[in-house]
T-cell receptor, first 114, second 115 residues
């Protein structure tokens, strides 16, 4: 079975600063995918960034980047130049061989303050 | 283009009742997945449908059922509601081309409260 663990229930960061959210996972699958989703108060889950496990290069999307450590089964999200609009719940998710089936962590509530 | 739409947005039911939640995927998307998000937790996978066939089922009792229609919209049905069924129910759609890496697009969910 796949498990995803987010050990930080809450984080806060000042606007324009950098913050890192942690995620660890456990799986026996060899080919998988990792995601970070953002859920603002509107409740809609929005994909922030994704990483294929077979790719060694860390994914980057503008201000968002990941640190993927396959051997350690770690997948952290770094947000640079934090903005007020980044305030949301962030979920780490694992996707394996089944289309549409993701395993989510419990989430980290990120608050960006002025 | 419209995103994933879910209806209703909020719903209040009493224990033992039945509920039907509806989801319309993005135009051209053939795969629909359903997730349950209990307060304070991450979403949990319930079902996945592709081309009107069930392709995956999570660890939920038989009180939960779903179906997908020829226009790719979907319904989630829950019978004999329990207090523990109170949650946000999320629908996600994707093109469903068989690539598990493809992007999922989520709706804003239906908030179900069971009293």
């Amino acid at each position: 079975a796949q498990t995803v663990t987010q050990s930080q229930p809450e984080m806060s960061v000042q606007e324009a600063e950098t913050v890192t959210l942690s995620c660890t996972y456990d799986t026996s699958e060899s080919n998988y995918y990792l995601f970070w989703y953002k859920q603002p108060p509107s409740r809609q889950m929005i994909l922030v960034i994704r990483q294929e496990a077979y790719k060694q290069q860390n994914a980057t999307e503008n201000r968002f980047s990941v640190n993927f450590q396959k051997a350690a089964k770690s997948f952290s999200l770094k947000i640079s130049d934090s903005q007020l609009g980044d305030t949301a719940m962030y979920f780490c998710a694992f996707g394996g061989s089944t289309l549409g089936r993701l395993y989510f962590g419990r989430g980290t509530q990120l608050t960006v303050w002025p | 283009d419209a995103g994933v739409t879910q209806s209703p947005t909020h719903l209040i039911k009493t224990r033992g009742q039945h509920v039907t939640l509806r989801c319309s995927p993005i135009s051209g998307h053939k795969s629909v997945s359903w997730y349950q998000q209990v307060l304070g937790q991450g979403p949990q996978f319930i079902f996945q449908y592709y081309e009107k066939e069930e392709r995956g089922r999570g660890n939920f009792p038989d009180r939960f059922s779903a179906r997908q229609f020829p226009n790719y919209s979907s319904e989630l049905n829950v019978n004999a509601l329990l207090l523990g069924d109170s949650a946000l129910y999320l629908c996600a759609s994707s093109k469903g081309q068989g690539d598990p890496y493809e992007k999922l697009f989520f709706g804003s969910g239906t908030q179900l409260s069971v009293l």
